[in-house]
């Protein structure tokens, strides 16, 4: 069942007059499973339309084609963008360099692109808004502080932390995965964890304006300590 709203869920701002897909639709290729949908201004809609075809090819050189699902959204998908899509050929060929790691985290030998991190962020964003209206029927505010993250691999102590957050798997066959909780105490708090094609994972918190994440803490202390989850035993405890 869709959950409308009378406003814009990444604006917080415009009345929404459309239907946005969460995340988007370009991240698939067919036959795509059911996705999410959440109302949004025109604006927000259509003006993505060239992040969410960034985001895709950057999504598409990041996971690699390493089984049957990757190794298609490769080809149908996301290299057929960088064929027909001259403005993003030439935007990866002249922005910072990103070198791209297999799923064992070793550098994949010559493989080295260019890539604007700033995209990435904003998609990631904006997917955490519609996720965010989709399972609280809420909308975060314009100033809510969305700080998002960008995990290279996804070593056992994120493992060990995820498994205490609610997951989801849009279409059950592992394309886009999500993980999130949220502090009941302060709603504006939650986080949010990423799967992509089991080859990219990305990461956001969010917070009221003008909060604080403890800088020196590692994001995954931070997330223990902002949701108050279990600690991990140390071996020391253990002992
Ligand atoms: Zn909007």
Known sequence: ???????????????????????PKSI???????????????????????????FKVFLGIKIWPHDSSSYEFWSNGALRSIRANKRIHREIL???????????????????????????????????R?????????????????DTYFFNALDNEMKNH?????????????????????????PEISFWFYQFYQGHWAGAFTGPEGFEWDGSKSVLDAISDALRLPKQPSDENSA
């Open 1 to 23: 069942m869709k959950h409308s709203a009378a406003i814009c869920v990444f604006c917080a701002a415009a009345p929404a007059t459309t239907w946005d897909h969460v995340p």
């Open 28 to 54: 698939f290729t067919k036959p795509r499973p059911n996705l999410i949908t959440v109302p949004a201004c025109k604006p927000c809609n259509e003006g993505a339309s060239n992040l969410d075809e960034k």
């Open 94 to 128: 002249s922005g910072p360099t990103v070198l791209v790691r297999d799923e064992s985290g070793r550098f994949i030998e010559s493989i080295m692109v260019k890539w604007d991190a700033s995209s990435h962020d904003k998609t990631i964003e904006k997917i955490t």
């Open 130 to 146: 519609g996720l965010y209206f989709h399972e609280f029927k809420k909308i975060l505010n314009s100033n809510t502080k969305i």
């Open 162 to 186: 995820i498994m205490f957050l609610r997951s989801k798997n849009i279409g059950g066959d592992d394309r886009f995965v999500y993980a999130f909780l949220r502090d009941d105490g302060n």
